[in-house]
């Protein structure tokens, strides 16, 4: 069985998460508002709902990626590289 993977960009603005296993099968987006965690939280629990599978990895990138509770995390650039 493929690993699933879950990325999640918390951005100034906008906070977006998406679940791989090579492809797409789930994806949220979702204004960030006044905390970042809160909103990470949030569409988290969306993607983790569409999907129905047990994730293997978490990785978090963006400006709210210090507040928020992953496996690994990255900035944008590192993000961007792998």
């Known amino acids: ?5 879950v990325g999640i960009d918390l951005g100034s603005t906008t906070v977006k998460a998406v679940v791989l296993n ?14 970042s965690r809160k909103a ?16 293997d990895r978490i990785v978090a990138t963006g400006y709210g990626r210090v507040s928020f509770s992953a496996d690994e ?6 993000a961007h590289a792998k």
């Not at 069985?1 to 993977?5: E, H, N, V, Y």
């Not at 990470?40 to 994730?55: D, H, M, P, Y």
């Open 40 to 55: 990470g939280e949030a569409v988290l629990e969306q993607v983790l709902e569409r999907s129905k599978e047990t994730i």
């Open 1 to 5: 069985m493929a690993k699933l993977f």
């Open 73 to 78: 995390v990255v900035s944008e650039i590192t």
């Open 22 to 35: 090579g492809q797409v099968l789930a994806s949220a987006i979702r204004p960030t508002g006044a905390n």
